[in-house]
């Protein structure tokens, strides 16, 4: 999409297994003409959640270079342990600056729905609604309505759904590490990382991850998809929100597809 706006990305990236942004990568990035950083917390597909002081390195780089952020904060309240979400609009001089996004989708576990929202400035918020018009110039009403009844509700179900994937990710964990992989605990989305390499598997991502579907019956997903400069290869991602019996099963399956490379 950034290059369909004539515009032309540069990554920055995140490693494994702390995830950290480095300042200095961050600042390197950043070209004479460079318009916005498009920011991820917490961060899919590594699952961190990214506390104040790497948020203040992404406000203080965009402040200096007088930057907008696109903050994708759509797992804000998929949260897996007990630290707090800081939404990055709330940190000094980012709140004119920052164009939130948000998702239904993901707060209700709904994930088909594909309805969202943005939290912006007036001035930011009507150039955004006017490229919304030439992507998605409409969702269905009926979801709309039925979003709009579950925030009203309240918060009370936030808890629970917390515990309830956090209940899975324990189950999950606890079954990968009796099969023998390395596993890298998230602190918020539905997935979690396995590290290959450290799990005494010594093959690409996208070689484990054919033959783990094909030969034991459970799909993963290598990270290297999720970057086009030096990615990460000898990672793949797992998602944990499933009843017990498919976590089980799941996890039966990866001890099978351990095998294929024993």
């Known amino acids: 999409m950034v290059r369909r706006g004539g515009a032309v990305p540069r990554e920055v990236a995140l490693q494994p297994p702390g995830w950290r942004i480095d300042p200095d990568d961050l600042r390197a990035a950043i070209a004479p003409k460079t318009r916005a950083i498009i920011f991820n917390n917490p961060h899919n597909p590594s699952g961190r959640l990214f506390g104040i002081e790497e948020l203040q390195i992404v406000a203080d780089v965009a402040i200096d270079h007088d930057l907008t952020v696109i903050s994708d904060e759509v797992w804000e309240h ?27 989708g993901k707060m209700f576990s709904l994930t088909g729905w594909k309805i969202g929202w943005i939290v912006a400035s007036p001035e930011k918020a009507a150039i955004a609604a006017r490229a919304h018009q030439f992507l998605t110039f409409s969702s269905a009403p009926n979801l709309q309505a039925a979003v709009a009844f579950g925030l009203e509700e309240g918060d009370a179900w936030i808890e629970p759904m917390r515990q309830s994937f956090s209940r899975a990710l324990d189950r999950m964990s606890e079954g990968l590490g009796q099969a023998g992989y390395s596993v890298l605990r998230p602190a918020s989305t539905y997935f979690m990382c396995i590290d290959l390499r450290a799990s005494g598997i010594d093959v690409d991502d996208e070689v484990f991850a ?51 490379f024993a």
């Not at 579907?213 to 290869?233: H, I, K, M, N």
């Open 78 to 104: 998929v949260l897996l342990g007990r630290d707090r979400f800081v939404p990055l609009a709330s940190l000094p001089g980012m709140a004119d600056r920052t164009i939130k996004a948000g998702s239904a």
């Open 210 to 260: 054919t033959a783990a579907v094909e030969r034991a019956g459970v799909a993963t997903v290598p990270l290297s998809a999720f970057a086009e400069q030096a990615p990460t290869r000898h990672l793949v991602r797992l998602c944990f929100a499933k009843r017990d019996e498919t976590i089980d099963a799941g996890v039966q399956a990866m001890a099978r597809a351990k095998e294929l």
